[in-house]
């Protein structure tokens, strides 16, 4: 048993563009809103949202059609299809209520300063469009080194005021440079390697768990995302992606996985 509604169309925008195709953020925030469409009548919030990629999407109209799966009391499951003449993803969104117990955590942000301790720094909007929707103010010394070793720390300002909460938080996965290039700077900065140009990559799953209190997703001003190639193995790479609060609360992690798409057959 399950509930679901007709078929809707919505519009993917070429200024979500990253490389050959959209971010992971900004199709995350979409499977948000659509999940939205049927949670309305259930005192719940989003928890994860998931998504596989099937095939790369084009600029231009989509349908989707959300599916409020029958699951056990206290969550929800909204299923997602997304097409374009065939089905180019499948999301997922698992929402709770959000009334329940808190326990402390070990998690601790990374060690930066505060984001007007950098300075902002101008992006090439027209060949990455997805930047034109944030101002960012990357963390990282001169010689490579950061507030966490490992991994690239750049503070966020949003720009778009048409997202807001979950879904605002979904769309800075991804809108800033991919970690394996991040890393390959490092590595130049800080070893004397040779810049290199990172493989060209397809978006193939992306994941996003929110672990903040509801109240933490109100009035997001500015953001800091920390990101890292976790593993790259088998012409795959694995990111691993956290974004917290000015006041040092972690909003949400996302794991994404990557085709490297010139690897040899």
Not at 30 to 38: C, K, Q, T
Not at 203 to 208: E, R, S
Not at 223 to 228: R, T, V
Not at 253 to 265: H, K, Y
Request: proline share 9%; charged share 20%.
């Amino acid at each position: 048993m399950c509930w679901l509604t007709a078929p809707s169309l919505s519009n993917l925008d070429f200024d979500w563009w990253a490389n050959n195709g959209p971010t992971a953020g900004y199709l995350l925030s979409f499977a948000l809103a659509a999940a939205d469409e049927l949670r309305k009548a259930f005192v719940e919030v989003p928890l994860s949202v998931s998504m596989q990629i099937l095939g790369l999407p084009r600029v231009g109209a989509f349908a989707y059609e959300p599916i409020r799966l029958i699951s056990r009391p206290g969550t929800g499951v909204t299923s997602v299809d997304f097409v374009q003449q065939r089905l180019f993803a499948l999301a997922n969104v698992i929402s709770g209520a959000p009334d329940g117990p808190s326990l402390p955590s070990d998690a601790g942000p990374p060690a930066a300063m505060p984001a007007g301790a950098y300075r902002p720094i101008e992006m090439p909007s027209p060949s990455v469009p997805v930047t034109q929707h944030f101002e960012y103010r990357p963390t990282a010394e001169v010689d490579g080194s950061g507030p966490r070793d490992g991994w690239d720390v750049v503070w966020l300002t949003p720009l778009d005021h048409k997202l807001e909460g979950r879904r605002l938080v979904a769309s800075m996965v991804d809108c800033w440079y991919p970690p394996s290039h991040m890393q390959a700077v490092r590595l130049h900065l800080r070893e004397g390697e040779p810049l290199r140009q990172p493989s060209p990559t397809i978006l193939t799953a992306a994941t996003m768990t929110f672990t903040a209190a509801d109240r933490d997703y109100d009035d997001i001003s500015q953001a800091l995302l920390a990101s890292q190639v976790t593993a790259s193995t088998g012409g795959w790479i694995f990111e691993r992606h956290e974004i917290w609060s000015e006041a040092g609360v972690l909003l949400a992690v996302a794991d994404l996985v990557r085709e490297i798409s010139d690897r040899e057959s």
